[in-house]
């Protein structure tokens, strides 16, 4: 988990009141949260309990219904396309590139927010692109096609056009899906990489309840469209919590690696016993 202070610098990114809604079926109703500035905050909950919906709502990919999504005091609504642009990267979940498109040209369209007319591609720009590429490990992959890559490979390469942007505030939605438990932990490295050492605000959506305390500062439990819990993983992911938003019985154990709430779950055929006792020396 990140441990680094909190600058008064960083943006300021909450939601008050929001409904949130497709046609007419509302998912998210009255709702408000803050997102704690230069940590790294994971949305968990069951499926269609709205965390998709309140990420798109922080990106302005969805307009609430009432409420507003603000961004130091502004409304997302009065922002400008390419100020929030530069403000704000999202990474949806399973994105697709053109095809044949290579991992060099897929950053650098990261770029776009910060070129205009009278600006056109310049050098900060062609070093924002190596740069991304080297925190991605992705800078030997550059001139190949993003379709030929492996899941992971691909998954850093988006990353990487997010990096490129060079916003302060990243919105992950599900950036581990479809990958095997090795890039699942590789991709949650490298996003705690860049909340540690280049300062990015992260708000990704997670499925993974053990991954979400371990790389998470704050979580935020949703439950049909409204927020459970939230705050540090120690406090949210209790027994009774992870029973009350997902209906699964288990018992929280102490993650022998990180120190953080590991969840064992509780099935009809491995009735609970006695609380789990884990050992080995926490980092």
Known sequence: MSSNSVDPGYPDLRAEGVRLAYDNRVVV???DVAIPPGRITAIVGANACGKSTLLRALARLLTPRAGSVQLDGRSLQSVPTRELAQRLGILPQAPVAPEGLTVIDLVGRGRSPHQTWWRQWSRSDEEAVEDALRATSMTELAHRPVDELSGGQRQRAWIAMAVAQGTPVLLLDEPTTYLDMAHQIDVLDLI?????????TVVMVLHDLNQACRYADHVIAMKAGAIAAQGPP??????PTVEEVFGLRCQVATDPVSGTPMIIPVSRHHPAGDPVAVTGTAT
């Open 192 to 200: 705690t990489d860049l909340n540690r050492h280049e300062k990015r």
């Open 234 to 239: 120690g406090e949210v992911i209790t027994a």
């Open 29 to 31: 109703e009255d709702l």
